[in-house]
């Protein structure tokens, strides 16, 4: 039972951070309505391809060091500023304040490359993985996490991936539409303010 609620922990977290509407998912959405169903899972499966290769590089490379006790507290300080940064330049981004790097979209994407280009388009951040460094070693060192149970929780991540842009593809297949643009900017406001007080609870916690 404690297996299966972490899966659920890591799929729920996930979720929270695919309704941050970015790049990836405006890809997927544009993709469907041009192209159809089939051609935006082939997108999907793309995009969740590439976020698992750096979910699993950023685990390893913590379980590689987090037995180190001099870069515990660096870890615990960094992974709260990762958080705090993402969810600040997540707000910021809504009013055209660039804080960190963003992705941008290819404009020659046709129903033949559309698996090429979103492997690109999600590989080409490189903040990703650092992203989800912050995301483990908090796990790791906050709450005693063991090495099973953070794959776990990847797991679940991983599949929120999969399953929340399946359901952006359906919906652009079916209706065609792109989301207003005022329920993109209020989904990602506060998606970016659960991160900062993530972020900020990690830091002044003992």
Same mark, same amino acid.
Request: overall charge positive; proline content about 2%; charged content about 10%.
């Given at each position: 039972?404690?297996?299966?609620?972490?899966?659920?922990?890591?799929?729920?977290?996930?979720?929270?951070?695919?309704?941050?509407?970015?790049?990836?998912?405006?890809?997927?959405?544009?993709?469907?309505?041009?192209?159809?169903?089939?051609?935006?899972?082939?997108?999907?499966?793309?995009?969740?391809?590439?976020?698992?290769?750096?979910?699993?590089?950023?685990?390893?490379?913590?379980?590689?060091?987090?037995?180190?006790?001099?870069?515990?507290?660096?870890?615990?300080?960094?992974?709260?500023?990762? !958080?705090?940064?993402?969810?600040?330049?997540?707000?910021?981004?809504?009013?055209?304040?660039? !804080?960190?790097?963003?992705?941008?979209?290819?404009?020659?994407?046709?129903?033949?490359?559309?698996?090429?280009?979103?492997?690109?388009?999600?590989?080409?951040?490189?903040?990703?993985?650092?992203?989800?460094?912050?995301?483990?070693?908090?796990?790791?060192?906050?709450?005693? /996490?063991?090495?099973?149970?953070?794959?776990?929780?990847?797991?679940?991540?991983?599949?929120?991936?999969?399953?929340?842009? /399946?359901?952006?593809?359906?919906?652009?297949?079916?209706?065609?539409?792109?989301?207003?643009?005022?329920?993109?900017?209020?989904?990602?406001?506060?998606?970016?303010?659960?991160?900062?007080?993530?972020?900020?609870?990690?830091?002044?916690?003992?």
């Amino acid at each position: 039972m404690k297996s299966i609620a972490i899966f659920f922990k890591g799929f729920r977290f996930g979720m929270l951070l695919q309704f941050a509407i970015g790049p990836v998912s405006m890809f997927i959405l544009k993709t469907s309505s041009t192209y159809g169903f089939y051609s935006g899972e082939l997108g999907v499966i793309g995009v969740t391809l590439i976020d698992g290769i750096f979910i699993l590089l950023a685990i390893k490379g913590l379980v590689s060091i987090v037995s180190r006790k001099r870069v515990q507290a660096f870890l615990k300080v960094s992974g709260a500023i990762i !958080l705090f940064l993402f969810g600040a330049s997540t707000i910021l981004n809504q009013f055209n304040v660039n !804080l960190l790097p963003v992705l941008t979209l290819g404009s020659s994407i046709n129903s033949s490359n559309v698996f090429i280009n979103a492997l690109i388009i999600t590989a080409s951040n490189p903040l990703t993985i650092i992203f989800w460094a912050g995301i483990f070693s908090t796990k790791l060192l906050e709450e005693k /996490t063991t090495r099973h149970e953070l794959y776990l929780f990847a797991l679940g991540a991983i599949l929120s991936t999969l399953f929340f842009l /399946t359901m952006v593809s359906i919906l652009g297949s079916v209706v065609k539409v792109f989301f207003p643009i005022t329920l993109i900017r209020i989904l990602n406001l506060i998606v970016g303010v659960v991160l900062v007080f993530l972020g900020i609870k990690i830091l002044i916690k003992k």
